[in-house]
């Protein structure tokens, strides 16, 4: 791993991988590391993360597929762990992104001085990343430190990615057509994916392990947002008391994590990450269903077909198959 850090050796590396074209028109493509695909330009921020970060027992992992409810989850951890250092009428969530309150090491880690990065975020780190869970530093599995995770309709979230990507890149290039991007995502090929082994590393070590891995799904926080809120935050070991209860406090985070609370506020109807991402790109409709208005009948029947052989034995068939009408319910 000293070796791969060094530029010459990242760059004899990226060779070697599997590559895939890009969702975009010149796009610089996807590369297969470590089981799961990535844009090459995240490898040196992988590779020095997998390699300096020493989990401490007090840290948050936040391991998300893109366009899952990743700023969702921030928002609503940060609002949990945080609440009694700051009031919510006083969160830094009303004036900053929830992307700039709890940092993703793929865009945010200090390439140059990494250790002392991720050494001086503030205690508990909360650390967001879109590693799968096979993929994350040795020591988060070992240290007992705590791992959120969330999923969401395959269909949705393809969506979501496909509309993302589009607004995202007009600056400097143009998106695939949906039919291809769609083939792409079909064989695995997109952003952490594929998509099955995402999921099923979250949720079958969230089963085998439930003290240190939860995952929940996007439908039933849509659906049951405050009891989501409580069963996240007695997971973290910081469960409300009855006189938070009394307070309404899980319902008082809910409403400013809520979709609606955070797409209307200034912060995020204008300015950019880092990265150069508008904030405003990051809430687009937060629906449940919306697959239905892009993808046609043999679109969804191909991606029904995979996820009945990926998800055969796993509980998430049960939640994305057709004869189960709650995820189309709750839109
Ligand atoms: P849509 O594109 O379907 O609207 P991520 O945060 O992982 O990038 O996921 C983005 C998706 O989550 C987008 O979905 C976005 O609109 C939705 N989203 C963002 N904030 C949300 C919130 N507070 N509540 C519900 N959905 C949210």
């Given at each position: 791993?000293?070796?791969?850090?060094?530029?010459?050796?990242?760059?004899?590396?990226?060779?070697?991988?599997?590559?895939?074209?890009?969702?975009?028109?010149?796009?610089?493509?996807?590369?297969?590391?470590?089981?799961?695909?990535?844009?090459?330009?995240?490898?040196?921020?992988?590779?020095?993360?997998?390699?300096?970060?020493?989990?401490?027992?007090?840290?948050?992992?936040?391991?998300?597929?893109?366009?899952?409810?990743?700023?969702w989850?921030?928002?609503l951890?940060?609002?949990?762990?945080?609440?009694?250092?700051?009031?919510?009428?006083?969160?830094?969530?009303?004036?900053?992104?929830?992307?700039?309150?709890?940092?993703?090491?793929?865009?945010?880690?200090?390439?140059?001085?990494?250790?002392?990065?991720?050494?001086?975020?503030?205690?508990?780190?909360?650390?967001?990343?879109?590693?799968?869970?096979?993929?994350?530093?040795?020591?988060?599995?070992?240290?007992?430190?705590?791992?959120?995770?969330?999923?969401?309709?395959?269909?949705?979230?393809?969506?979501?990615?496909?509309?993302?990507?589009?607004?995202?890149?007009?600056?400097?290039?143009?998106?695939?057509?949906?039919?291809?991007?769609?083939?792409?995502?079909?064989?695995?090929?997109?952003?952490?994916?594929?998509?099955?082994?995402?999921?099923?590393?979250?949720?079958?070590?969230?089963?085998?392990?439930?003290?240190?891995?939860?995952?929940t799904?996007?439908?039933e926080m849509k659906v049951s947002p405050v009891s989501e809120t409580k069963?996240l935050?007695?997971?973290?070991?910081?469960?409300?008391?009855?006189?938070?209860?009394?307070?309404?406090?899980a319902e008082?985070i809910v409403k400013?994590c809520s979709f609606?609370?955070?797409?209307?506020?200034?912060?995020?109807?204008?300015?950019?990450?880092?990265?150069?991402?508008?904030?405003?790109?990051?809430?687009?409709?937060?629906?449940?269903?919306?697959?239905?208005?892009?993808?046609?009948?043999?679109?969804?029947?191909?991606?029904?077909?995979?996820?009945?052989?990926?998800?055969?034995?796993?509980?998430?068939?049960?939640?994305?198959?057709?004869?189960?009408?709650?995820?189309?319910?709750?839109?």
């Amino acid at each position: 791993m000293e070796i791969v850090e060094e530029r010459g050796s990242i760059e004899h590396l990226l060779e070697s991988l599997p590559r895939e074209k890009d969702w975009v028109s010149n796009g610089n493509g996807f590369i297969l590391y470590d089981g799961f695909w990535m844009p090459p330009k995240f490898l040196p921020r992988v590779l020095s993360f997998q390699h300096h970060y020493k989990a401490e027992p007090s840290d948050i992992f936040l391991i998300t597929l893109p366009k899952c409810g990743t700023t969702w989850l921030k928002a609503l951890v940060f609002s949990i762990v945080n609440r009694h250092r700051f009031s919510l009428s006083d969160s830094p969530l009303l004036r900053q992104n929830p992307h700039a309150v709890v940092r993703s090491f793929e865009s945010d880690l200090d390439l140059q001085d990494p250790k002392s990065y991720l050494e001086g975020l503030p205690r508990p780190r909360i650390i967001s990343t879109h590693l799968p869970y096979h993929a994350l530093p040795p020591s988060v599995r070992t240290s007992g430190c705590k791992i959120v995770s969330i999923v969401r309709d395959p269909r949705d979230q393809f969506v979501s990615s496909w509309k993302f990507t589009d607004k995202v890149c007009h600056d400097y290039t143009t998106i695939r057509p949906i039919e291809e991007c769609f083939d792409l995502f079909c064989r695995g090929v997109h952003n952490s994916g594929p998509f099955w082994d995402y999921f099923l590393g979250s949720w079958n070590a969230s089963l085998e392990r439930p003290d240190e891995v939860f995952v929940t799904r996007y439908e039933e926080m849509k659906v049951s947002p405050v009891s989501e809120t409580k069963k996240l935050a007695t997971f973290l070991g910081l469960p409300f008391t009855e006189e938070e209860d009394r307070e309404r406090v899980a319902e008082e985070i809910v409403k400013l994590c809520s979709f609606d609370n955070l797409k209307g506020l200034e912060v995020n109807k204008q300015g950019r990450r880092p990265v150069g991402v508008p904030h405003e790109a990051f809430f687009r409709k937060g629906e449940v269903g919306n697959w239905t208005d892009y993808l046609t009948s043999s679109m969804a029947d191909r991606l029904q077909k995979i996820m009945d052989d990926k998800f055969a034995n796993s509980d998430l068939l049960t939640f994305y198959h057709p004869t189960n009408s709650n995820n189309e319910d709750c839109a």
